[in-house]
């Protein structure tokens, strides 16, 4: 179903293969952001099973991590992006979501969201558009949903 895909940049590289990432390292950021605190370490991996997922890596360390919850064939729902602060301000972030809008997968999507109050001008400048149509984008949200368990 999915193929694993991988770019090359310096010594900076990007790619899905979910056997490459670093569980702990991804779960320890998502733990500490403002989405998702408080998140298990069981609650990540059993997330990242179920999605296509993006390690961005300097030489063999993970430093970033983007994740798509996906049907593969025409809806993707884009989370869970971070470069680690050590990395950012070097164009990472860009050159991660330029490839993943590059992979296989997400070619064929019909629809691909995202729901973020953090940096929008990064997605906006790879073709992200807000939706801010009355009565169109509804959801249920739960912001301390990891609290409770």
Same mark, same amino acid.
């Given at each position: 179903?999915?193929?694993? =895909? &991988?770019? /090359?940049? +310096?010594?900076? %590289?990007?790619?899905? *293969? ?40 300097? =030489? &063999?360390? /993970?430093? +970033?991590?983007? %994740?798509?919850?996906? *049907? ?78």
């Amino acid at each position: 179903m999915e193929q694993n =895909q &991988q770019w /090359q940049r +310096g010594e900076y %590289r990007i790619n899905s *293969d979910k056997s490459e990432l670093n569980i702990a390292f991804t779960h320890a950021f998502l733990t500490t952001s403002t989405w998702a605190s408080g998140i298990s370490l069981a609650t990540v991996q059993l997330a990242i099973d179920n999605s296509l997922c993006f390690g961005l890596y300097h =030489q &063999q360390q /993970q430093v +970033g991590f983007a %994740r798509l919850v996906t *049907d593969y064939t025409t809806f993707g729902y884009l989370c869970d992006v971070f470069v680690s602060p050590d990395y950012q301000r070097q164009g990472l972030a860009r050159w991660l979501m330029d490839c993943t809008l590059e992979h296989p997968v997400l070619q064929r999507l019909r629809r691909i969201m995202l729901v973020t109050g953090t940096a929008p001008w990064l997605y906006q400048k790879v073709g992200y558009e807000a939706v801010n149509r009355e009565d169109f984008v509804w959801h249920i949200v739960r912001p301390d949903i990891y609290q409770q368990q």
